[in-house]
């Protein structure tokens, strides 16, 4: 990321989404026409699933992601 991309929770392109979550999405933090792509469903089985599906930045760097749940939310 550049200098005023490097911002974790800044949002240098104003399009709603911190700098950091675009990265690891791999969007392009600061071109606001530059979208991750993800995807969210239930997914019915014998019971049903939210599913999440997305894009990674293939080089994070050592970002680490990891999507938690509660049925208590």
């Not at 700098?19 to 014998?46: K, R």
């Amino acid at each position: 990321m550049s200098c005023t991309s490097s911002v974790p929770k800044s949002d240098t392109d104003s399009d709603g989404l911190p700098n950091l979550a675009e990265f690891f999405l791999a969007s392009n933090p600061v071109d606001s026409n530059s979208v991750p792509t993800y995807a969210t469903g239930i997914q019915h089985d014998t019971m049903d699933y939210f599913t999440f599906t997305y894009t990674r930045n293939s080089n994070p760097n050592g970002i680490e992601c990891s999507i938690e749940v509660s049925s208590d939310l």
